[in-house]
């Protein structure tokens, strides 16, 4: 029902844009959260748009960087990522909870995943 793209190669330094497409569901009544995973680590949340309300969060390690957006028409959340870095080098997946969580940087409380899309920085 979710399915991520935009991934790629970019510089450090560069920008790309996620996109979070939902087919089925609505996706301004779901809380929807995106993640990332790195060679080695554990999968990490980036940022969560809630559901209604449209509040944002993001963590502290990209704050000020990536900007999440919905676009309601569209049915699509997006993940724009300036200066990129070496480090934000990772698969990066959508998830959605129906019900904002205050823990929503933890994966174990959304119900369901898109698959992953890589973003790869380097130079």
């Known amino acids: 029902q979710l399915q991520a793209s935009g991934g790629g190669l970019v510089q450090p330094g560069g920008s790309l844009r996620l996109s979070c497409v939902a087919s089925r569901v609505h996706l301004p009544n779901w809380t929807i959260g995106w993640f990332r995973q790195a060679p080695g680590k554990e999968r990490e949340g980036v940022s969560c748009?809630?559901?209604?309300?449209?509040?944002?969060y993001y963590a502290e390690s990209v704050k000020g960087r990536f900007t999440i957006s919905r676009d309601n028409a569209k049915n699509t959340v997006y993940l724009q990522m300036n200066d990129l870095q070496p480090e934000d080098t990772a698969v990066y997946y959508c998830?959605?909870?129906?019900?904002?969580?205050?823990?929503?940087?933890?994966?174990?409380?959304?119900?369901?995943w898109g698959q992953g899309t890589l973003v790869t920085v380097s130079s």
């Open positions: 998830a959605a909870r129906a019900v904002f969580h205050l823990n929503w940087y933890r994966d174990d409380v959304y119900d369901y």
């Open positions: 748009i809630r559901n209604n309300s449209g509040q944002k």
